[in-house]
């Protein structure tokens, strides 16, 4: 039966409130929809302190920092919305758009001042697309002769006639991981351009970045960058918060005020949560899952539906990460198959007799035209060592005496989950 | 001088039982035997059938007071005012008397007031074991020896084992199953000496900067450090190492684009065709 509303009425599929690829959004544009995104308290907070500084005018100069998945394109255009309600702008670059360009057109020597180019062009683009400025205005850049890029930007922000605009530049790692290019020019352009807008108090720039590149800056030059940014460092959610967060999405779709955490059951929030590793992508990416998969036949999803959902797609990453940890740990091939077995169950508490009922209808080629008797067996042998290992604990659960009972504990399928990356 | 290996008890194969009983003598440091002997029973049940009693049934007195013994000749506690080793056992059976006053080692003192997993108190457990125990450190010197010279298998009988010992390592007698716990203990140690030392090394040399850096350590650095300082660590075993930490979700390894690598001026690590840059320090394991 399918999932139901507060009213009763069946929720239709296309109604998942979650996002197949993960990301909320990708691309800092002003196009009218802003999805509705889960506010966490260091979202409310980083979003406060934009208001104030908008209304008391003081300078802007944010460095969100942040893994992939992490919302730092998210909490982007939160800020430039707050812009945009002020009767503001803001003129997204995305670096990934440009690098490739720029790759492609010119030589590595000149790859910084090609990037300079680009990013002036993509600003002004942008700007003429708002309608904000004309093809006429392209004058600024004839006007001065040896072109001093800050006074550039500056006279070409001063004709929109905005008293709040936001550069927000977005994924600053792009342009390192493509373009030959010294760290140490990159800041001192933005610590230049920084210092050039704090002349109009409502005028910010804002950079997202991945942690390797903070590391990198910290152990640079440390007093010079800290002084004049502003580092927000942007960490996974807690449990708490990740329930927060599927509620606020689940009963956006299913309006219920009370048990909000519907279709979804208790302990499936626990799994997500850790599966996830509280990234928001994963979180998205694992809830679209559940909630798609279960859809059809499921009145609500238990974590034995979850953890079956989560077998059926994540086989293929299971067996390369059970390869890994056997050949890590010295396992035998009987236990390698035993892990796969169990995973493939989905199942909690799987007693040996348990996993045997399953041995010809698995895909795992160990099991292959094995005599029950010799399955059973060998189950038994890889049981014993399994048992014996420490540094599984935290992967598998022994429950009782014999006839043990086996699980495969959360962290497990974080583990597994994670191995996508990897292969 | 002729040593010998005790018969003694202890609940190895079971790592929460051996940390409760770590816990009945830490809460009566001090106090006589007797004391922690009373505090733990009850709080132990057997794991097997014994004697037409089920699995379940509360240990006996007898078994909580072998298990202590057996914790007396790993040199974890002082039984009036001395560790087993120091006085000159010649006893083949590990007694102690319930009226000698126990005193534990600092270590295990601070073991038991953290509240580690069972597995990470399992392996701090044989830490202090291989460091604070002459039978322990003994017992591994030979086996290694063992193992070298005379091709000893990683998973011998134990049969074998004693026979070995008396034979080639001094030993004038070796009991079971003593030894088989003992072998227990070095098997563990080979595992957390690998990984778990390579970890110790980077928070003691990388703790600080990662501390300063959301936990970010160039791979490459920790590699040219290690590879300076230990002869016979090769970058296999660095490799190999860094995968388990990572398995055991104590570090993660971050892959990292070359072009990106050149530009801030690190090395890349390649895995197994993986080219990593860096390893992020997971907080629990920086916290140890």
């Known amino acids: ?423 | 001088m002729s040593k010998i290996i005790p018969v003694f008890y202890l609940p190895k194969e079971y790592p929460e039982d051996m940390r409760i009983l770590v816990q009945g003598l830490v809460a009566n440091n001090g106090q006589p035997l007797k004391a922690a002997l009373s505090w733990l029973e009850g709080k132990l049940v057997t794991h097997k059938p014994h004697k037409r009693k089920p699995a379940g049934t509360p240990m006996s007195a007898t078994t909580i007071k072998n298990y202590l013994a057996g914790f007396y000749v790993l040199d974890i506690y002082k039984a009036d005012g001395q560790l087993y080793s120091e006085t000159k056992p010649e006893k083949t059976r590990a007694s102690i008397s319930v009226q000698s006053k126990i005193e534990v080692i600092n270590p295990l003192d601070n073991l038991a007031k953290k509240s580690y997993s069972v597995e990470s108190f399992n392996e701090k457990l044989t830490q202090i074991c291989s460091q604070h125990s002459q039978i322990v450190q003994d017992y591994s010197k030979n086996r290694f020896l063992l193992y070298e010279k005379y091709q000893l298998s990683e998973t011998p009988e134990i049969s074998k084992v004693q026979e070995l010992l008396i034979q080639h390592c001094g030993y004038s007698y070796v009991g079971n199953p003593g030894v088989g716990y003992l072998d227990m203990f070095y098997r563990d140690k080979i595992q957390v000496d690998n990984y778990l030392n390579l970890l110790e090394f980077i928070v003691k040399n990388y703790g600080e900067v990662a501390q300063k850096s959301l936990g970010l350590v160039p791979v490459a650095q920790i590699r040219d450090k290690i590879m300076t300082q230990g002869s016979d660590y090769t970058e296999e075993h660095f490799k190999k190492h860094l995968i388990q930490l990572q398995l055991t979700h104590r570090i993660e390894l971050r892959t990292t684009k070359s072009q990106f690598a050149n530009n801030i001026g690190i090395d890349l690590v390649d895995i197994r065709g993986v080219k990593y840059g860096y390893i992020k320090i997971i907080e629990p394991a920086s916290a140890r």
């Open chain 1, 1 to 423: 039966m399918p999932y139901q509303d507060v009213k009763k009425n069946r929720i239709e599929p296309a109604r998942n409130p979650y996002n197949a690829s993960g990301s909320a959004m990708s691309i800092v544009v002003n196009d009218g929809k802003v999805p509705a995104i889960v506010r966490t308290q260091f979202i409310n907070e980083l979003l406060d302190e934009v208001k104030r500084s908008l209304r008391i005018g003081t300078p802007i100069k944010l460095f969100l920092v942040g893994e992939y998945g992490y919302g730092k394109t998210t909490l982007l255009n939160c800020i430039a919305e707050e812009f945009r309600n002020k009767q503001g702008i803001c003129i997204p670059v995305k670096f990934q758009e440009i690098v490739t360009p720029v790759a492609a057109s010119t030589n590595p020597d000149k790859h910084f001042e090609s990037v300079i180019g680009a990013i002036l062009t993509k600003m002004y683009n942008a700007l003429v697309k708002e309608g904000l400025l004309t093809k006429q205005d392209a004058v600024i850049f004839e006007e001065i002769e040896y072109i001093d890029i800050y006074d550039g930007i500056f006279k070409m922000l001063e004709r929109t006639h905005k008293h709040n605009i936001l550069i927000a530049f977005d994924e600053l790692e792009a342009l390192f991981g493509t373009l030959q290019l010294k760290i140490g020019y990159i800041l001192s352009f933005l610590h230049s351009l920084s210092e050039k807008l704090a002349a109009k108090p409502g005028w910010g720039l804002c950079v997202s970045v991945t942690e390797e590149y903070y590391s990198q800056i910290m152990s640079e030059a440390r007093q010079l960058q800290e002084a004049r940014f502003n580092f927000k460092i942007i960490n996974q959610l807690l449990f708490s918060e990740v329930k927060e967060y599927i509620e606020a999405k689940n009963s956006s779709v299913t309006l219920k005020t009370t048990d909000k955490i519907y279709p979804f059951e208790d302990e499936v929030i626990e799994f997500i949560a850790t599966v996830s590793g509280g990234i928001p992508r994963y979180v998205e990416t694992i809830c679209q899952l559940l909630w798609a998969e279960a859809e059809p036949s499921y009145e609500s999803v238990s974590i034995e539906t979850a953890r079956k959902i989560f077998s059926n797609s994540y086989r293929v990453y299971a067996s390369a990460y059970f390869s890994e940890l056997s050949s890590n740990f010295q396992l035998s091939d009987e236990s390698k198959a035993f892990l796969n077995l169990l995973f493939f169950s989905g199942g909690r508490r799987q007693s040996i007799q348990e996993l045997l009922v399953l041995k010809d209808s698995c895909p795992i080629s160990y099991f292959d035209r094995l005599s029950d008797e010799k399955a059973k067996y060998r189950l038994k042998t890889a049981s014993k060592e399994l048992r014996s290992k420490s540094e599984l604990e935290h992967i598998l659960e022994v429950f009782g005496k014999s006839p043990y009972r086996y699980t495969l504990t959360n962290s497990a399928f974080k583990d597994i989950f994670s191995f996508r990356e990897r292969i």
